[in-house]
């Protein structure tokens, strides 16, 4: 979704003044004590499979609650994609058990 040679200034624009390493800038750099279950859905080919894994380390080591799914050769954020591909369709149903979980007792909705 956005070229490789684009990536600095994207960057430059998020980070602004703070250091790379400042940890507010990445879950992976970051601890995680008192954080809420935390879901992570990742494909087995995208860039960010290592930080995904780097992520849910951090997550059982302050003790947090996290959930990674990784799905064969997804792209980037594939519930994007909803409903035009069923395996997206998948994901936000993931997405929605998790957070019907995190909240006993509320309604669900059947289709």
């Known amino acids: 979704l956005l070229p490789a040679g684009r990536m600095a200034e994207v960057v430059a624009m998020i980070?602004?003044?703070?250091?790379?390493?400042?940890?507010?800038l990445?879950?992976?750099?970051?601890?995680l004590p008192g954080v809420c279950p935390v879901l992570i859905h990742v494909g087995s080919t995208e860039v960010l499979l290592d930080d995904s894994?780097?992520?849910?380390?951090?997550?059982?080591r302050a003790g947090a609650a996290g959930t990674?799914?990784?799905?064969?050769?997804?792209?980037h954020v594939?519930?994007?994609?909803?409903?035009?591909?069923?395996?997206?369709?998948?994901?936000?149903?993931?997405?929605?058990a998790f957070l019907r979980d995190l909240q006993?007792?509320?309604p669900t909705v059947s289709r």
């Open 68 to 75: 990674r799914f990784i799905r064969p050769r997804a792209p």
């Open 104 to 106: 006993p007792g509320a």
């Open 78 to 96: 594939l519930a994007w994609l909803a409903p035009w591909v069923p395996e997206a369709t998948d994901e936000i149903r993931r997405i929605g």
């Open 26 to 31: 990445s879950p992976v750099l970051g601890a």
């Open 15 to 24: 980070r602004g003044d703070l250091s790379p390493a400042d940890p507010r």
């Open 53 to 60: 894994r780097r992520t849910a380390a951090g997550l059982r």
